[in-house]
């Protein structure tokens, strides 16, 4: 990994607050914003969907809490709580398949001692699964953030959880 | 009377003027176009399986069992979502449709208790009708898959229960809450295996924007939503039709009963006011048909100082009769007289005139009504020459415009209101005139077009602020004023509706709104193709 | 000055090409050479990536696959003066994985500066507006017809008959969708067009516009990719400063704006009608049809939804002329498509060749066998819903009807390779299991079918003898049966394609197996 600097920002996320949301969502034109579009810009300002951002949507789009909610719960990216610094996705599918990533995403798991849709102890990870990153011409692929690391390797991936975990401990 | 369920075509009716044939299973059928071939199938009696589908609710295609096969096109489409096209060849039963139909009862049933003696909707079940319909015999991917038969029940509705493990997400529900109440109170919430009903967040239902209206116990095809009267009585036996006598609304229902025992009151499609829905009071606010302190028979007593007295019909009857006859010869004719009730039905207020007439021979007849809508009876009578109102429930489905005064129809009459919110989210627009920011100012789905929140008591400045601005912006539908108006006595009202007081920037301040949002409002109304005035309370109760 | 060209795109970044740029500025700037360094887009050979190019006297010479460690030699080499090193491949045009390629679509993919307009256009870009600005809409309509060109997003459906539906609708509003929620493992094409020649698409999008009376346009792009993400936003603004979006374009009488939406991490989207709805912000349900969305699409409007490679494909059919797009291909499969190699391959990447090659010509000519180096074991083509074919099936030309003859699809032209490691009925397994993660939920043999195919694929494999496990066969084929005709849409009903190849190859081989294991009285 000498030529693959892992210099990844972790995700820095405002601390969810009713008033502040309400001061963005006014920002937001109902003509060029569908519903799917604010929950984005709020995941990605505060790293997940807080409940009480609901009632807000709602009222704004014009929707009821449940449509809303229903909205929210159909789309994988949405989550209800607030991720680690670190969103780890590794490829699922097929292309990734042929190049080793079932047994990938075993050593990851334990060596997280987590599975999907769990945040880990042992480092400021939150693991997923993503199915095709749309970079499978170098299977394997894993996404960290935003950065894709291609190619991936048992060792790489080691380096990479070292590298995370060193910056952690800084 | 037996117990009378009422046919369910599927789909709802077309009412497109065009008429289509086409061939099912050999047999010529004729129907508007625009009819699903599940509706035009029923139509010549064959019942096609289905269960997503009821004719309350627009056609949605997601349980697959009502695929059929039609000449001359690949695959299996389903009729439910199929519009008819004239010449049409279908086939409602072939081999390949009676195994890919075996097919999804088999998933439906992998992944359902197996407790059909004991459940509550044992012979009132469409998921049950469906798997002896399709010869269901054998659940070859067993019961020890991924299944949601742990689901926890919610019992939190005082009316119905919530039983999510029967539940085969159809949607049914949903639609009906969107669709039929517009309160949009469910959701199916996540996706794929994981998809289920949730009210409100993951709420419980009383914790929910839910509203109690029943439409989506009425609409569940299982177990799932269920009255807690059927869990605790059974099935019902046989039914009887009755009007609803909470509000002037007069929703027909089918009280389905257990020898005298109301066990569910299930609105009637027949009824015109309904077509079918309900809300809370008349669906599950029966407890008094047999509350114990129901008076069942006739009492009488000779003075206030006395008793209560049980007795016989034809006693009290004849005691009345006698009273009544006595007053008459001693003080006169007109000396009696009788008044109805806005609870009563047309029918029964009917009976109660022609009592007066016929038997009292004196027009000493009124009714309640009288106190609380006397201003608008008085003006509907000079204007029109009736003094009731000039629409019937249906109407409201042509309506462009609705200008919604004094009235909270949401609250006060629930089923009209959901009947006016279908026509608005079709596109229809509405104007609230109202102190109060009632539920049809904004709400799901629901936006007023303009909302004047006038001070209480300024109907009739407001009224005349309209007039007075549709006669100044030359608005006015002269073809009606010079085919329906007396010339003379329009000229008067034209020279007092144009006074200075009536204008816009004048009253704006007495109503407590703007003169441009009022001529905004006035143009609106003025200028659609078919405007429709309600009112209420609100402005008939004020002198 | 020389001008070094090196990709802003997903697959080189993934490659650590923004360390490369640092370690060649560096280097630069610490010998005072200067030098200008440009962001192209990838030409989609991903085993060359990092690929830097030079422009030498006019001409394109390539080094590759670069790390930053090797930069300080290629200095040392004068790579700048086109000087010899173990990397340098010579003369892009020359090298075989492209020399062999008929690009039309993604002619300047790779070659220019991805987002200056200027580039574009010298390199034939507007070309096709302008054409599409000085026809009718009937003409741009019967261009498209005869040109052959048909949906490259997976269903092949005639391009010019969707457009013909909209623009014979009568409507207040009408819409162009680009369908550009590319989720199919293996598939890259729309990714590689949107990050290296995005005006391309945006053109493409204009004159669709034009033809069927449409003043908006649409991009569902998925949220796997934020490069595509910022690069179209970029090129968004940058054409509507250039007059080519927004009112009275390129002073037409054509109104014509496009609006970026993000996806939210469902595969399901990528149907069209899944598409509309979560492009309306609700669920992404599936609709029935009839109605089609050509009918009753984008907010109950006429709406045209086609995918990336489609429309980036019209600009050179306006350019260029039907007949010139329909002389490449055969049969009903007119033109190019770009198929994208992938898994385990060693030289993966996106090779735009006419319809009518052999699955097999294409995996030795571009591909080069597997990575691992082992014989091959099957190859996936058309995506997730795509059919499995083992190393000896791989015969079958790459058109549409061919492979549709064959049992399979094209889809979105995937290609993905594994080697004889693989596993069949495990991906059998996978495309169930894939179906149940994805699924809307709306129809019945989808939601239920694909969770118990899972289950039934595992009793296969479990099963202690012959006559459980022939049963369990017996009933993965009624469900497959129940799923592909009973279903509400292509994800339950193209399920039962991967999941049906793959346990043939899986029976096979055990057969073959049992047969060698089973004792022989002779011996």
Redesign the interface.
Known sequence: MSDFALNIPKNHYEDWQLDAAHKHLKNFDIEEHNLVDVLHFFQDTYGYIDKALIPLLAKFFNLSKAEVHGVISFYHDFRDTKPASYILKICQAESCQAMGSRALTAELKAALKIDFHETSKLADITLEPVYCLGNCSCSPNLMINTKIISRLTSEKLNQILTNLREVQDD | MSLEKDLDYGTPESLCQELISLEIDGHQVVVPEGTSIMRAAKQLGTSIPKLCATDSLE??????LC?VEIEGRR??P?SC???VEAGMIVHTQTQ?LA??RK??M???I??HPLDCLTCSANGDCELQDMAGTVGLRDV??GYQ??NHLNATRDNSNPYFSFDPSKC??C?RCVRACDEVQG?????????????HV?????DSFLD??CVSCGACVQACPTATLMEKTVIEHGVPEHSIETTCAYCGVGCTFNAEMKGDQVVRMVPAKSGKANEGHACVKGRFAWGYASHKERILKPMLRSSIDDPWREVSWEEAIQFTAKKFRELQQEYGRKAIGGISSSRATNEEVFVVQKLVRAAFENNNIDTCARVCHSPTGFGLNKTLGTSAGTQDFISVESADVILLIGANPTDAHPVFASRMKKRLREGAQIIVVDPRRIDLV?S????AAAHLAILPGTNVALINAFAHIIVEEDLVDWDYVNHRCDKDLFENWLAFIKREQNSPSYVAKVLGVEAETLRKAARLYARAERAAIYYGLGVTAHS | MTKIYLPRETTTLSLGVEELISAIEHEAAARGIAIQILRNGSRGAAWLEPLLEIDFNGKRLGYGPVTASQIQSLFEADFLNAGEHELKLGEISDIPWFKQQQRLTFSRCGEIESLSIDEYKKHGGFRGLSAALKSSSKDIINIILDSGLRGRGGAAFPAGIKWQTVADADADSKYIVCNADEGDSGTFSDRLLMEGDSYCLIEGMIIAGIAVGAEHGFIYLRSEYPLTKIILEEALIKARAAGYLGNTIQDSIHNFDIHLHIGAGAYICGEETSLLESLEGKRGQIRFKPPLPALKGLHGKPTVVNNVITLASVPVILAKGAEYYANFGRGKSLGTMPFQLSGNVKHGGLVEISFGLTLREVIENFAGGTYTGKAIGAVQVGGPLGAYFSGKQLDTPLDYESFSAAGGMLGHGGIVVFDDGVDYLEQARFAMEFCSVESCGKCTPCRIGSVRGVEVITRIRTAENQSERSEQYDLLEDLCETMEDASLCAMGGLTPMPVRSAVKLHQLLTERTDETMRPTNES
């Not at chain 2, 056609?59 to 697959?64: K, L």
């Not at chain 2, 949730?198 to 993951?202: R, W």
Request: with cysteine.
């Open positions: 056609a949605f295609g997601s349980c697959r695929l695959g299996t389903a979502t199929t519009p390949k195994k890919l097919g999804v088999e998933l439906y992998s992944d070859r991917y898959g991924d085969i997400v949607s309160t949009f109170a469910l959701t199916i919430s996540k996706r794929g295996f994981e998809s949730s009210a409100g967040i993951e929910s924007e904004e799901p789905h629901i936006k």
